[in-house]
């Protein structure tokens, strides 16, 4: 599915906050219980294909990216284990939004030359 890049960031940007609540919920401040962070995780691996996320998100990043969500969603993880998931993929999106930056601005440097 091909999206506007307005509505894609509006995508990409709720993943990102629904995986920063997830990566927040630590005791003693708990928001969501074990059964609700695996159906949001589920949830999110199964919307992962309708994510955009900037070109260089490779292969070998989508799996880690979807190893990590799968793991978020097993039962019998501690809620710090949880969290450091969530972390961990909001980590490697970060990263590749940063690479992606980085070309924007190589490039239009380029261009001023």
Request: proline share 2%.
């Amino acid at each position: 599915m091909v999206l506007d890049d307005s509505r894609n960031s509006m995508i990409l940007k709720g993943f990102k906050a629904t995986l920063q609540k997830l990566a927040d919920n630590l005791e003693p401040n708990l928001k969501f219980t074990h059964k609700e962070v695996r159906a949001y995780a589920r949830s999110l691996l199964v919307s992962l294909d309708s994510v955009e996320i900037p070109y260089n998100f490779n292969c070998s990043t989508k799996e880690e990216v979807s190893l990590h969500l799968l793991a978020l969603s097993c039962s019998g993880l501690a809620h710090y284990d949880r969290a450091f998931l969530a972390r961990q993929v909001l980590e490697v999106i970060q990263e590749q939004e940063k690479l992606e930056a980085d070309k924007r601005e190589y490039h239009d440097f380029e261009d001023y030359f």
